[in-house]
């Protein structure tokens, strides 16, 4: 089984991103339960606004897009600016558009019997808001959604620490980074061993 982590930070290699770190905890259980994980960082591609799967010239989005179907598991990894998902997470979500006309060779939607979560950090409030926000649109995609297949830190309303900074919160959002973990799991496998079928036309 593979997952895919897709980071959303605003923040180019090598610099260090907050929401990746909290992110690594989701990876570790994964990889404990023998999931091959893999990660991508958007913003250090040239990935053009679009929605369809392929824009040409020098766009680096399709080898994103074949990672995704080969891999069961997807996590979007966000941090939280103004209360509202990154605008990597948007340009992201926006390209996948195209899923929705893509099929498997037995016309199931490619987005189908693979499950997706969230990871978000931010200094002000508004996790709640963008798991909302990306979880609702991969759920139109076809992704499945476990049931807490999210975990999140903030440090609260106004200015704070950021994510490494300090110990507040971790012992919380990292036990719920585990929970996620396992409920991703649990629902891939199920879903390996009783896929969701093509929808019989009438």
């Given at each position: 089984?593979?997952?895919?982590?897709?980071?959303?930070?605003?923040?180019?290699?090598?610099?260090?991103?907050?929401?990746?770190?909290?992110?690594?905890?989701?990876?570790?259980?994964?990889?404990?339960?023998?999931?091959?994980?893999?990660?991508?960082?958007?913003?250090?591609?040239?990935?053009?606004?679009?929605?369809?799967?392929?824009?040409?010239?020098?766009?680096?989005?399709?080898?994103?897009?074949?990672?995704?179907?080969?891999?069961?598991?997807?996590?979007?990894?966000?941090?939280?600016?103004?209360?509202?998902?990154?605008?990597?997470?948007?340009?992201?979500?926006?390209?996948?558009?195209?899923?929705?006309?893509?099929?498997?060779?037995?016309?199931?939607p490619v987005?189908?019997?693979?499950?997706?979560?969230?990871?978000?950090?931010?200094?002000?409030?508004?996790a709640h808001?963008?798991?909302?926000?990306?979880?609702?649109?991969?759920?139109?995609?076809?992704?499945?959604?476990?049931?807490?297949?999210?975990?999140?830190?903030?440090?609260?309303?106004?200015?704070?620490?950021?994510?490494?900074?300090?110990?507040?919160?971790?012992?919380?959002?990292?036990?719920?980074?585990?929970?996620?973990?396992?409920?991703?799991?649990?629902?891939?496998?199920?879903?390996?061993?009783?896929?969701?079928?093509?929808?019989?036309?009438?």
């Amino acid at each position: 089984m593979k997952a895919l982590f897709v980071s959303c930070t605003l923040k180019r290699s090598p610099e260090p991103s907050n929401t990746e770190l909290l992110a690594r905890v989701v990876a570790e259980a994964l990889e404990e339960r023998g999931v091959d994980v893999g990660h991508v960082r958007l913003v250090d591609l040239d990935v053009p606004p679009g929605v369809v799967t392929d824009l040409g010239d020098g766009d680096e989005w399709p080898p994103v897009h074949d990672r995704l179907l080969g891999s069961e598991i997807l996590v979007v990894v966000t941090p939280t600016w103004l209360g509202r998902p990154s605008s990597v997470a948007q340009r992201m979500l926006e390209r996948m558009d195209a899923m929705l006309s893509e099929t498997a060779d037995d016309g199931t939607p490619v987005a189908y019997n693979r499950v997706a979560g969230v990871v978000v950090t931010g200094n002000e409030d508004g996790a709640h808001h963008v798991i909302s926000e990306i979880g609702g649109a991969l759920a139109d995609l076809g992704y499945t959604i476990p049931g807490q297949g999210w975990t999140y830190w903030n440090q609260g309303p106004g200015p704070g620490p950021d994510y490494p900074d300090t110990q507040h919160g971790h012992e919380w959002s990292h036990r719920t980074g585990r929970l996620m973990a396992h409920n991703l799991h649990a629902v891939a496998t199920a879903l390996r061993s009783l896929p969701v079928r093509p929808f019989p036309e009438s």
